[in-house]
T-cell receptor, first 114, second 115 residues
């Protein structure tokens, strides 16, 4: 079964430090897409970064980077230079091959402290 | 630029009452549209998606239904709400022409409480 696992229910990080949020996925599809979304307390889901399964390089978007290890089926999100505004829930998600359906993990709550 | 709207923002309804949540997208044509539900402290679960007017796919059996009467309008309905229908409902859209793996963009959500 296709599944996303986020094992860290909560993480703390000090402002200006880097933090890694873990994500592992389970699929036997030859091709898939991986996403990270941020959900602030307001509830909206904000797209952060995307990694395709055939992409050779790790995706980066500003302070966000995705540490993609295909053999381990992991897609960890790295946030560099954390800011107070980064405090939110973070969800890892996957679109399996030839579907249009995002499968979400249970999320990690990140709290950035001064 | 594209924007997605949902209303109402919050809703408190008694058990057994009907439901209608609306989602509209601006600034794009022929989008794929999605309804998700997020239970408290949980991830998102896909409920319905639509690739065109009148075309609805249901992902989970439930007492909810969806309709797409216009290209950029997506409606989530129920004839009789259950307590278990409480949650945060998010509508999302995706540019159909951009391929399977492009990101979905989410609306602000509707927080539904069934009492």
């Amino acid at each position: 079964a296709q599944k996303i696992t986020q094992t860290q229910p909560g993480m703390f990080v000090q402002e200006k430090e880097a933090v890694t949020l873990d994500c592992t996925y389970d699929t036997s599809d030859p091709s898939y897409g991986l996403f990270w979304y941020k959900q602030p307390s307001s509830g909206e889901m904000i797209f952060l970064i995307y990694q395709g399964s055939y992409d050779q390089q790790n995706a980066t978007e500003g302070r966000y980077s995705l540490n993609f290890q295909k053999a381990r089926k992991s897609a960890n999100l790295v946030i560099s230079a954390s800011q107070l505004g980064d405090s939110a829930m973070y969800f890892c998600a996957m679109i399996p091959y030839n579907t249009d359906k995002l499968i979400f993990g249970t999320g990690t709550r990140l709290q950035v402290f001064p | 630029s594209q924007t997605i709207h949902q209303w109402p923002a919050t809703l408190v309804q008694p058990v057994g009452s009907p439901l209608s949540l609306e989602c509209t997208v601006e600034g794009t044509s022929n989008p794929n549209l999605y309804w998700y539900r997020q239970a408290a402290g949980r991830g998102l679960q896909l409920l319905f998606y639509s690739v065109g007017i009148g075309q609805i796919s249901s992902e989970v059996p439930q007492n909810l239904s969806a309709s797409r009467p216009q290209d950029r309008q997506f409606i989530l309905s129920s004839k009789k709400l259950l307590l278990s229908d409480s949650g945060f409902y998010l509508c999302a859209w995706k540019d159909r022409a951009s391929g399977s793996y492009n990101e979905q963009f989410f609306g602000p959500g509707t927080r539904l409480t069934v009492l």
